[in-house]
Every structure is written in structure tokens, then in C-alpha cells.
């Protein structure tokens, strides 16, 4: 069964930085895009970034650009998101999830096929 585990969240305080990992397990990651996604309570999963399998092409939603930055590392079979600057309103829970076939990258929910079990962020004082 194809898994991918992420880890890296935590509490934070306004204007902290923490790095997420997401690691596949069973399968190799880089024939996958990969998209990280948060869901905050009473709100829908939403697209963070996304990376390329070969990690050529990546995407932001307008929220984060400039403080995140999406990364890969084929060889570890792990993708990554160093989270600068952070908001309270980053305060998720963060997923990250796989795309089979896709030479680009997606931030759309139903693009992906593979999810992992999510990490908690949250940014408070």
C-alpha cells in the first residue's frame, strides 16, 4: 500500500519558521507531482503549493508566496515545505498528497490520488 508520512509541524510563534516533510513509503516519489494542502477548522482543504515530479515546475496559492517554499529531494524520496514568516492564519492541518502521470503540478484537490495522514501547524503568541 502506497503511504506517504508527514511530519515538521508544531506550535510556532508569528513570524517563526518550521520545515514539513512529507516521506513516501512503497513507492517511488519521483514519478509523482506533489501537492501540499491545509485544512483549517470550518474551512475546505485548500492548495498550498505543488512541485513537479522532476521539481521544474512549482506553484503557490497567492497566500503564501514569498513565504513558502516547496522543495524535493527524489534520492530521499521526501518533498518538503520551509514555512517562513508565519501567520495565525497558517494554522492548519497540512497535507501533503501525490499525483501519478503529471509532468506539471496541480493545486486541485481531486488531482490527486495518494494523501497522507496530515501534520498540525499552528501559529500563535
Known amino acids: 500500500q502506497l503511504q506517504l508520512v508527514e511530519s515538521g509541524g508544531g506550535l510556532v510563534q508569528p513570524g517563526g519558521s518550521l520545515r514539513l516533510s512529507c516521506v513516501a513509503s512503497r513507492f517511488t516519489l519521483g514519478y509523482y507531482a506533489i501537492g501540499w494542502f491545509r485544512q483549517a477548522p470550518g474551512k475546505e482543504r485548500e492548495g498550498v503549493a505543488c512541485?513537479?515530479?522532476?521539481?521544474?515546475?512549482?506553484n503557490y496559492a497567492d497566500s503564501v508566496k514569498g513565504r513558502f517554499t516547496i522543495s524535493r529531494d527524489n534520492a530521499k524520496n521526501t518533498v518538503y515545505l520551509q514555512m517562513n514568516t508565519l501567520k495565525p492564519e497558517d494554522t492548519a492541518v497540512y497535507y501533503c498528497?501525490?499525483?501519478?502521470?503529471?509532468?506539471?503540478?496541480?493545486?486541485?484537490?481531486?488531482?490527486?490520488?495518494?494523501w497522507g495522514q496530515g501534520t498540525q501547524v499552528t501559529v500563535s503568541s
Open positions: 512541485i513537479s515530479s522532476g521539481g521544474g515546475t512549482s
Open positions: 498528497a501525490a499525483d501519478y502521470g503529471n509532468l506539471g503540478c496541480s493545486r486541485l484537490r481531486v488531482q490527486y490520488d495518494y
